[in-house]
C-alpha cells in the first residue's frame, strides 16, 4: 500500500508512540510504502530539526536517512488551484494525486476537510491503524 504522510503524522510517528508511530513502525517492516515530494521532504526536516532541539532524548537522523534511501520520492505538479484552507497542505494532495495514491493519512482539520477530493481520501492515523494495520 502506498500512502502520503502529513507532516504532523511523520513528526508524531518519530518523536513519540501511538498510531503514528506504528504506521512508520509498518513502513520500517516494509509493510507499505511512503510517497514524499522535495517539499515534503523540506517540511519533515525543518520540523523534525526544531523538536530535536525539544526532545533532546530523540535523534531523528537515522529515520530521515532511511526515509531519504526507502520512501518514493515523485516530483509532483502544484495543483491548479488552492484546495486546503492552509495553501502549505496542498503539497499533501499534490503528491497523493501525482503517486497515483488515493490515501493521505493525517490529523490535520484542513485537510480531513477536504478529504474525497480528486478521490483522495484523507483519514486520521488511528483509523488507518485500525483499517490497515
Known amino acids: ?3 502520503v504522510l502529513d507532516a504532523n503524522v511523520f513528526i508524531s510517528g518519530v518523536f513519540f508512540t ?3 508511530y506504528q504506521i512508520l513502525d509498518a513502513w520500517r517492516h516494509g509493510r ?3 510517497i514524499i515530494s522535495a517539499d515534503i521532504l523540506d517540511e519533515y526536516q525543518r520540523v523534525s ?3 530535536a532541539k525539544e526532545y533532546s532524548q530523540v535523534d531523528p537522523a537515522p529515520i530521515m ?3 531519504a534511501v526507502e520512501a518514493e520520492m515523485i516530483s509532483p505538479p502544484r495543483l491548479p488551484e488552492q484546495v486546503c484552507h492552509d495553501p502549505e ?3 499533501f494532495l499534490a503528491c ?3 503517486a497515483k495514491t488515493g490515501l493521505v493519512i493525517s490529523g490535520d482539520m484542513h485537510l480531513l476537510r477536504v478529504s474525497g477530493y480528486r478521490g483522495i481520501e484523507v483519514i486520521r492515523p ?3 491503524v485500525n483499517r490497515y494495520l
Open 65 to 67: 536517512a532511511l526515509l
Open 32 to 34: 507499505l510504502q511512503l
Open 49 to 51: 530539526k526544531t523538536l
Open 126 to 128: 488511528r483509523e488507518f
Open 18 to 20: 501511538g498510531p503514528p
Open 1 to 3: 500500500m502506498r500512502v
Open 96 to 98: 497523493a494525486l501525482a
Open 89 to 91: 497542505d496542498d503539497k
